[in-house]
C-alpha cells in the first residue's frame, strides 16, 4: 500500500464527486493527484471486517460486484467517508489515507484481485458467482 514516508501526511481530499451512470467515485486530492475510482473497487477493497477479516489470511473474495452501486456517501468527522452500497454493505470507513492508498496502488490491486477471482473459479457478475457458489455448496453430496 502507499506509504506517505515518516515526515509526511496524506494530502486532504479537495474535491469528491459521485458518478452514477459510470458507476465511479472521483477523488482529488490537496497535493495535485486525482483517482477514479470504481465502486465495484470499492465494494471489494472495503476496509470493513465483512471484507477484511480480523488478521492476515481471514480476507474474503468479494464476487459478483460488477454491477454494484453506492447509495448514498456519508461523512464521518472530517477523516473519512463512509458509502452504502446496492448490495446493503454500509459498514467500511474509507479514511483519506485509505482512500488515497487504494488509488496509488489501484493498477496493481485490480490485478491482484482478479487473479484471485480466476484463482478460485469465481466471477465479477452477480449471477456466475451465485452459480459457482451453488456449485461449490454441491459438491460432494450423493443424489
Not at 486530492?29 to 477493497?45: T, W
Not at 480480523?54 to 454494484?68: M, N
Not at 463512509?82 to 448490495?87: H, V
Not at 490485478?111 to 456466475?128: F, N, P
Amino acid at each position: 500500500m502507499y506509504d506517505p514516508g515518516p515526515m509526511s501526511a496524506t494530502p486532504s481530499p479537495t474535491e469528491i464527486k459521485l458518478h452514477q451512470k459510470s458507476r465511479v467515485l472521483e477523488i482529488a486530492f490537496s497535493d495535485g493527484r486525482s483517482f477514479s475510482l470504481p465502486y465495484e473497487f470499492l465494494r471489494v477493497f472495503s476496509p470493513s471486517a465483512e471484507v477484511r477479516g480480523h488478521g492476515p489470511g481471514q480476507e474474503v473474495l468479494q464476487t459478483g460486484k460488477r454491477e454494484v452501486n453506492v447509495v448514498t456517501l456519508d461523512p464521518v468527522g472530517s477523516y473519512a467517508v463512509q458509502p452504502t452500497f446496492s448490495d446493503g454493505h454500509a459498514t467500511g470507513l474509507y479514511s483519506w489515507d485509505y482512500l488515497y492508498s487504494l488509488g496509488a496502488e489501484q493498477d496493481r490491486l485490480w490485478s491482484d484481485y482478479l487473479a484471485k477471482l480466476e484463482a478460485a473459479g469465481a466471477s465479477r457478475d452477480q449471477e456466475q458467482a451465485l452459480t459457482s457458489a451453488k456449485a461449490g455448496a454441491t459438491k460432494g453430496h450423493c443424489s
